[in-house]
């Protein structure tokens, strides 16, 4: 059975808030926010925790991650992906689980139209303008060889950050509990939300994608669960083969 633990066991709403609050608090706990419609998701009662309806169908839609059954979850997930120092990777939701033939990594990422952080060249160019000393370029660039197999280029530098990172830290939380699939989904929110926001961040998913495919994704639409896409690692985690990239949806 799933247990979503902070700490100590959550059981509602109520819980997740009072253990895993959201960075900036109860600013960003907010009916039609994706933190809060999160927790809503997996605790629709109090109780134990519910697998949403589409997550599990976009699980379901794939023979790798068939018949997954997840044993433990942990919301407000820090994971270091370096030894470049600052904050981590903030995971909505990991989630620890098997299939017949292994073991299971899930990073959750929730957005209603929150974007996917800054656009990493400017962000770069930012912090290292703040302070000549900053290491965001040394760790943007083991970010770009780890995953994408490159130095940074142009087109790296039009990523959003938070997708590079978010998939890093899924890369070591999967190495580190020796999972032979790493899953990366996108849930998303809807309904108190903007159409043109929405699409921002889709088109930012899918050059994603196609990047780290290498062009063979062209895109990721709610339901699919793209992959195995193959990644080279670094020195801080591991390469895979077997890394999938999704999304699903629910109107809020």
Request: net charge neutral.
């Amino acid at each position: 059975m799933l247990r979503i633990c902070k700490g100590r066991e959550i059981r509602s709403v109520d819980d997740w808030f009072a253990q895993a609050p959201p960075k900036r608090g109860i600013r960003q706990w907010a009916d039609g926010r994706s933190a809060k419609e999160l927790a809503k998701a997996w605790f629709p009662v109090a109780g134990d925790p519910q697998m949403p309806s589409e997550l599990g169908s976009l699980l379901e839609s794939r023979e790798d991650t068939r018949d997954i059954v997840f044993d433990e979850g942990e919301p407000e997930r820090v994971t270091d992906f370096d030894d470049c120092g600052g904050e981590g990777r903030n995971a909505d939701l990991v989630l620890w689980g098997q299939v017949p033939h292994g073991k299971v990594l899930a990073s959750i990422e929730a957005k209603a139209d929150e974007t996917f952080g800054n656009i990493a060249g400017e962000y770069v160019q930012r912090s290292s303008a703040r302070n000549p000393r900053s290491r965001v370029p040394e760790r943007f660039a083991l970010l770009c060889r780890g995953m994408l197999g490159v130095d940074p280029d142009v087109n790296a530098r039009a990523l959003r950050y938070q997708l590079l990172t978010a998939v890093a830290g899924a890369l070591v939380d999967a190495q580190e509990c020796g999972a032979e699939i790493a899953l990366f989904i996108v849930h998303e929110f809807i309904g108190m939300t903007a159409h043109k926001k929405l699409n921002a961040n889709a088109a930012d998913l899918n050059r994603f994608v196609r990047l780290l495919s290498r062009g063979s994704t062209e895109s990721i639409s709610p339901g699919t669960l793209a992959g195995p896409f193959e990644v080279p690692g670094n020195e801080y985690f591991a390469g895979t083969k077997r890394l999938f990239i999704g999304k699903c949806r629910r109107a809020v």
